[in-house]
């Protein structure tokens, strides 16, 4: 509440109350500084192999150059559609460094996808992977783009390694689906062809919007929320402050095995890992445990961040389960509500308290935080990072006092500049400076928050409130139970019932012991009516499980 701020100088660990958004006119010269340093440093690191803080310096310089080469000039649209390779951070910075606009892509988009966001976006460059080249040739007609650089997964892995990874990518697990772009060029040639220039930076201005970040689209369609040089600034502060006091700058090895190009992972791996001079280790495919166990078994992983579906996959792996983890000091997990019983087994196998943060697109992402040293709340997310007030509020808009439920909140720095060309819905989403992030929650006298749910996905039975959170909730602490989901779906007499989806971690589990786990620990009108059990539940790429793709199933049977 902005007239009420119990956490203010409450913080564990000398947190401040407060950081400075205007310590750099641009992003870029924050990046500059950092760069040079920790130029002596290895900065990202991807299938063992690493590249220093100064090489991203050099590579990202040459790489810029070579965009205004191409014509392109301050204020364009350059698209990012690559999972985490050693590419991206080179392409990112030097496309910020030309002054240009980054426009971050989901490479599994569809073409259909593929083709709203780069029209809506007016994208005039792409760098794309060439597994989702095919997709592009489908679509490019449509576009403004001219400009084309297409990499390969090895690419950057020395000629040895990485000829052998791309041998497999495209050979064994025929990961490259035929393509024909015109007038394309490799991510090795763009960079020798960059060094043959300067990049010309443009001054910028604080308020200059310099990513378009598209948000999911799970109601109606994507929207690219407006982030500013001051707003990314602000929030590389913001997570630098919260992590300061528990780690050591230069010395830690972060693990990254969420997508960069998702907003989780892009501000607080890609860009605030680099104000503590840490080592981001690149995971290029997440869904394969292996390849994470390899980077645990190869680094001493101090810090980790992920959602609650990769945590609870990893806690159940054999291979996992085997690992020393002593040198973890800090797991964060966003994203999507981390279950209680996840983050205990979390802690029961690592020995490290798995801090929930909260955070969305709109806030560049990070609005809140546990302590990550242990200190926090499990099943909360946390206090407000410095410079950041939340609050809770009513369908009216009347803001409600601690303990009530209502929608959060926020406002500070880090609050996007609104919805590119939809000044509507900016304006439905922004006012007065307040962001309603369409999250249900509530505030605790301490000023520790906790989410109830989202707004969209609440479930109204008999005219009661029902959140599918604190269903999944019970149901994932269910011994034999991998995942599960709930949703509501349509009954005659109550509006709606609850259903769920759940994966089975044990084959002997029936749906009686569940229903019976459900009576003894949730009131009447919460116990599922619907039960079906699932090899696997439908996720986004970073790993959310989709409810509204369950809801349009419903739907249709």
Not at 26 to 35: F, G, P
Not at 161 to 175: A, L, Q, T
Not at 262 to 289: E, Y
Request: include cysteine.
């Amino acid at each position: 509440m902005a007239d009420n701020k119990p956490w203010l100088g409450n913080y564990p660990g000398g947190i401040p109350a407060n950081i400075n958004p205007d310590s750099h006119n641009t992003l870029v010269d924050l990046i500059d500084e950092n760069l040079k340093r920790w130029k002596d440093l290895p900065a990202y690191s991807n299938f063992g192999v690493e590249i220093k803080y100064k090489e991203v310096d050099k590579m990202s310089e040459a790489f810029g150059a070579y965009l205004q080469s191409r014509g392109l000039e301050p204020g364009d649209k350059i698209a990012l559609m690559m999972p985490n390779l050693l590419q991206y951070p080179i392409a990112l910075i030097g496309a910020l460094r030309a002054g240009l606009i980054v426009v971050n892509t989901n490479p599994l988009y569809t073409p259909r996808e593929m083709r709203h966001q780069f029209t809506d976006s007016g994208a005039k460059a792409i760098v794309i992977a060439a597994n989702f080249a095919s997709n592009l040739e489908k679509i490019i007609g449509d576009t403004q783009i001219k400009t084309t650089i297409v990499t390969s997964v090895g690419e950057m892995l020395g000629f040895f390694k990485g000829s052998m990874v791309d041998f497999v990518v495209k050979n064994v697990k025929r990961g490259v689906p035929k393509f024909n772009l015109p007038n394309t060029v490799n991510f090795k040639e763009a960079l020798k062809q960059g060094k043959k220039f300067t990049v010309k930076r443009p001054a910028g201005a604080p308020d200059d919007t310099i990513l378009l970040q598209y948000t999911g689209g799970t109601t109606g369609v994507a929207k690219g929320a407006m982030l500013t040089n001051r707003n990314l600034i602000s929030n590389m502060h913001q997570i630098y402050a919260t992590m300061k006091p528990f780690l050591e700058e230069g010395k830690e090895v972060a693990l990254a095995p969420l997508p960069m190009y998702h907003i989780f992972s892009f501000t607080v791996n890609c860009l605030a890992m680099m104000t503590m001079g840490a080592l981001n280790v690149l995971v290029t495919n997440p869904r394969d445990l292996s390849s994470i166990t390899k980077e645990f078994q190869r680094y001493d992983v101090s810090l980790m961040t992920g959602v609650n579906t990769l945590f609870n996959a990893l806690q159940n792996d054999p291979e996992f389960q085997k690992l020393d983890f002593s040198k973890l000091k800090a797991s964060v997990g966003g994203g999507m509500a981390v279950q209680k019983p996840v983050a205990e087994k979390w802690q029961q196998l690592t020995g490290c308290f798995l801090a929930e943060g909260y955070g969305m697109t709109e806030a560049s992402p990070v609005v809140t935080c546990n302590p990550i040293d242990g200190s926090g709340r499990l099943g909360t997310i946390g206090m407000p990072v410095p410079s950041t007030d939340v609050r809770i509020a009513d369908e009216e808009g009347k803001v409600l006092g601690v303990g009530e439920v209502g929608e959060i909140q926020v406002k500070g720095p880090q609050v996007m500049k609104g919805y590119y060309n939809r000044a509507e819905a900016t304006a439905k989403v922004i006012k007065d400076g307040w962001l309603s992030t369409g999250d249900i929650g509530m505030m605790s006298e301490d000023g520790f928050f906790q989410i109830v749910d989202r707004k969209k996905d609440m479930i109204l039975v008999s005219g009661f409130n029902v959140f599918p959170n604190e269903i999944e909730e019970v149901i994932a602490g269910h011994p034999k139970v991998m995942e599960v989901a709930a949703i509501g779906i349509p009954h005659e007499k109550s509006g709606e019932v609850v259903k769920v989806f759940v994966v089975k971690k044990d084959k002997s589990l029936t749906q009686e012991e569940i229903i019976s786990h459900c009576k003894a620990n949730l009131t009447g009108y919460k116990v599922p009516k619907a039960l079906e059990f699932r090899d696997e539940l439908p996720k986004t790429n970073v790993g959310k499980i989709l409810r509204r793709a369950l809801r349009d199933e419903a739907k249709e049977s």
